[in-house]
């Protein structure tokens, strides 16, 4: 499985950004994927998550302002990002995993095999 992922950028607090994950290499329906971000000296923390069924997971950080969906059709999970803040600041990295049941989300880094490169999301304030 291959990942791409786009979308991030410079933005002020209270903007929004979309990212966006392409996948390839596999029956994009067969494939759970997850947002993480990692901030300068912090561990990689998930954002949000999207089974193959369509079962959603947001973090309690970015909940109701984060929202993840995904379109089959295209092969590209989003990450609709509203209401920024400066502590949203980081590089987002979309993974993918192909293994998991139907409706499960997975919520650790190590339950993905696949990562994209990250996307540099950086938010002023």
């Known amino acids: 499985v291959q990942l791409q992922a786009s979308g991030g950028g410079l933005v002020q607090a209270g903007g929004s950004l979309r990212l966006s994950c392409a996948a390839s290499?596999?029956?994009?329906?067969?494939?759970?994927i997850g947002w993480f971000r990692q901030a300068p000296g912090k561990e990689r923390e998930l954002v949000a998550a999207?089974?193959?069924?369509?079962?959603?997971y947001h973090g309690d950080l970015v909940k109701g302002r984060f929202t993840i969906s995904r379109d089959n059709a295209k092969n590209t999970v989003y990450l609709q990002m509203n209401s920024l803040k400066p502590e949203d600041t980081a590089v987002y990295y979309c993974?993918?995993?192909?293994?998991?049941?139907?409706?499960?989300?997975?919520?650790?880094?190590?339950?993905?095999?696949?990562w994209g490169q990250g996307t540099l999301v950086t938010v002023s304030s």
């Open positions: 993974a993918a995993d192909y293994s998991a049941p139907y409706y499960r989300v997975l919520r650790h880094p190590y339950e993905y095999h696949y």
């Open positions: 290499g596999r029956t994009f329906s067969d494939i759970a």
């Open positions: 999207i089974s193959r069924g369509g079962s959603i």
